[in-house]
């Protein structure tokens, strides 16, 4: 709702193996979306939507993609996101906190406090999509 502040919070186990990250396995919005409305939450309140139905409101297709591209820096290639869209499944605003990569063959356990310490702030009725995201060809553990 609206005016709310929503605190996340998740932990995370990450190792690079000697031999390095190799090639990343980049989400694409067709992966983001698909997750997204094929979620319980949207089918029960919007009924079934296809990748396209959302991503052809407003300017989703471009925020999504500018969301996703700008967010490929940790060098872990893990993150924990959100993305916030209105009831209308417009996009609003979107946050990501990138798993620590550490150095190969250094388990690095992390606490994910960042959205304790800045919440999100809902500024309209909608939807807050919360996942976690590998996109090294290798498992983070969440």
Avoid at 106 to 132: A, C, M, Q
């Amino acid at each position: 709702m609206s005016g709310d502040q929503i605190k996340i919070f998740c932990e995370s186990y990450y190792m690079m193996p000697g031999s390095g990250p190799g090639s990343p396995l980049t989400m694409t919005l067709t992966d983001l979306l698909s997750s997204f409305v094929n979620s319980n939450v949207i089918i029960s309140s919007k009924g079934t939507l296809s990748t396209t139905d959302v991503g052809n409101v407003g300017t989703n297709a471009t925020n999504l993609n500018n969301f996703i591209s700008n967010n490929n820096n940790s060098g872990a290639g893990a993150y924990l996101n959100w993305i916030l869209f209105d009831e209308q499944l417009n996009y609003i605003s979107a946050g990501v906190n990138p798993v620590n990569s550490g150095s190969n063959n250094t388990p690095i356990y992390t606490n994910h406090d960042y959205f304790i310490n800045n919440p999100v702030h809902i500024t309209k009725n909608g939807f807050l999509y919360i996942f976690v995201s590998n996109e090294s060809n290798f498992p983070s553990l969440f």
